[in-house]
């Protein structure tokens, strides 16, 4: 029994948080990686892009809201999600046009376009805050949880309870939706095979008669789409504030450099692998070990390795050792 009250703390305090913040990791990274492997630099204003997406999503949720339009069960996000993908993707286009085309039509160095990117990281954060202000904003309605710990322990007589949020749930389902999409779109479109040549070589593309301004414009619409996805997710599973979305910039560039950076699967990996390490280093594992071992080796500590408060710096210190070990990540991707 007490095997088993371990193993339901488990997967309540670690496993289920970790697979539904991968996903949410995931979506980020593999927007990050599609610009790093088609555009050919590191978009620093991505984070920003979330923020940008999840509060359009956000001040369409509280109109629909206003009119008594909801989703019932579901969050009434969902129904606002697409008007934030659509606003997003207008204006990632419009800074490609008035800022990132000039750069690209003189051939700049990728460094001067990271360069380029922080600023308009700066212009985004300025006004997502002016928008919609600092402070925490918690825009989830409709169910709350898929299971309660409560009713998991009168079901099971245990004395640990398993509660999945109705959040977790969704972002799990949306993730699979959209990696499973966008896998197909790249791999079985002709759109997406005119990516992929792009990717590879840009001057046999052109040579080939692919259009370079419609590869880069889908290209920035699948990222404000994936962006705007995760963003909300994020903010639905847990809460939204600006700032956050410019420290995920970190973990998710991270996971693209654990992956593979311009590998759209090592994106993915990267993303639970980073999860996963965030949440195990700073989950206090007294619980769980209190269970297992013997009444006499019962720890006294938390087993707490770091602190949350640190928890970025798990991903900072995953991507040092990957940049100095093994540069173009797990699966090969595009050397950083």
Same mark, same amino acid.
Request: charged share 10%.
């Given at each position: 029994?007490? #095997?088993?009250?371990?193993?339901?703390?488990?997967?309540?305090?670690?496993?289920?948080?970790?697979?539904?913040?991968?996903?949410?990791?995931?979506?980020?990274?593999?927007?990050?990686?599609?610009? @790093?492997?088609?555009?050919?630099?590191?978009?620093?204003?991505?984070?920003?892009?979330?923020?940008?997406?999840?509060?359009?999503?956000?001040?369409?949720?509280?109109?629909?809201?206003?009119?008594?339009?909801?989703?019932?069960?579901?969050?009434?996000?969902?129904?606002?999600?697409?008007?934030?993908?659509?606003?997003?993707?207008?204006?990632?286009?419009?800074?490609?046009?008035?800022? @990132?085309?000039?750069?690209?039509?003189?051939?700049?160095?990728?460094?001067?376009?990271?360069?380029?990117? #922080?600023?308009?990281?700066?212009?985004?954060?300025?006004?997502?805050? #002016?928008?919609?202000?600092?402070?925490?904003?918690?825009?989830?309605?409709?169910?709350?949880?898929?299971?309660?710990?409560?009713?998991?322990?009168?079901?099971?007589?245990?004395?640990?309870?398993?509660?999945?949020?109705?959040?977790?749930?969704?972002?799990?389902?949306?993730?699979?939706?959209?990696?499973?999409?966008?896998?197909?779109?790249?791999?079985?479109?002709?759109?997406?095979?005119?990516?992929?040549?792009?990717?590879?070589?840009?001057? +046999?593309?052109?040579?080939?008669?692919?259009?370079?301004?419609?590869?880069?414009?889908?290209?920035?619409?699948?990222?404000?789409?994936?962006?705007?996805?995760?963003?909300?997710? @994020?903010?639905?599973?847990?809460?939204?504030?600006?700032?956050?979305?410019?420290? +995920?910039?970190?973990?998710?560039?991270?996971?693209?450099?654990?992956?593979?950076?311009?590998?759209?699967?090592?994106?993915?990996?990267?993303?639970?692998?980073?999860?996963?390490?965030?949440?195990?280093?700073?989950?206090?594992?007294?619980?769980?070990?209190? @269970?297992?071992?013997?009444?006499?080796?019962?720890?006294?500590?938390? +087993?707490? +390795?770091?602190?949350?408060?640190?928890?970025?710096?798990?991903?900072?210190?995953?991507?040092?050792?990957?940049?100095?070990?093994?540069?173009?990540?797990?699966?090969?991707?595009?050397?950083?």
């Amino acid at each position: 029994m007490d #095997l088993l009250n371990a193993l339901v703390a488990f997967l309540n305090f670690v496993f289920v948080p970790a697979v539904a913040y991968g996903a949410q990791l995931a979506l980020g990274a593999l927007g990050a990686t599609l610009i @790093y492997g088609v555009l050919r630099f590191s978009n620093f204003a991505h984070g920003d892009t979330m923020a940008f997406g999840t509060m359009v999503t956000i001040l369409f949720t509280w109109w629909f809201q206003s009119m008594s339009i909801t989703a019932g069960l579901l969050p009434t996000a969902l129904i606002a999600l697409p008007f934030g993908i659509l606003c997003t993707a207008l204006f990632v286009l419009g800074t490609d046009r008035v800022v @990132y085309r000039f750069y690209r039509k003189q051939k700049a160095n990728p460094a001067i376009l990271v360069i380029v990117s #922080l600023g308009v990281m700066l212009v985004m954060n300025g006004v997502v805050r #002016l928008i919609i202000g600092v402070e925490e904003q918690n825009f989830a309605d409709g169910g709350r949880f898929l299971i309660s710990a409560g009713d998991f322990k009168a079901a099971t007589g245990l004395a640990e309870g398993l509660a999945i949020k109705s959040t977790q749930a969704i972002t799990l389902v949306v993730a699979v939706i959209c990696v499973a999409w966008l896998f197909w779109f790249l791999n079985r479109t002709r759109t997406g095979k005119s990516m992929r040549a792009f990717s590879d070589n840009e001057d +046999l593309a052109l040579l080939s008669g692919i259009n370079p301004d419609r590869v880069v414009a889908v290209t920035w619409i699948i990222t404000a789409a994936l962006a705007t996805i995760a963003g909300v997710l @994020y903010g639905l599973d847990k809460s939204f504030r600006p700032f956050v979305y410019f420290q +995920l910039l970190l973990p998710i560039f991270a996971a693209a450099i654990v992956g593979g950076l311009g590998n759209p699967l090592g994106a993915i990996a990267g993303g639970f692998i980073i999860a996963f390490s965030e949440v195990m280093v700073t989950y206090a594992w007294k619980k769980v070990a209190t @269970y297992v071992l013997p009444d006499s080796m019962a720890p006294d500590s938390l +087993l707490q +390795l770091m602190s949350t408060d640190y928890k970025f710096a798990v991903s900072f210190g995953i991507l040092i050792i990957v940049l100095l070990f093994m540069p173009t990540g797990i699966f090969k991707g595009k050397s950083t």
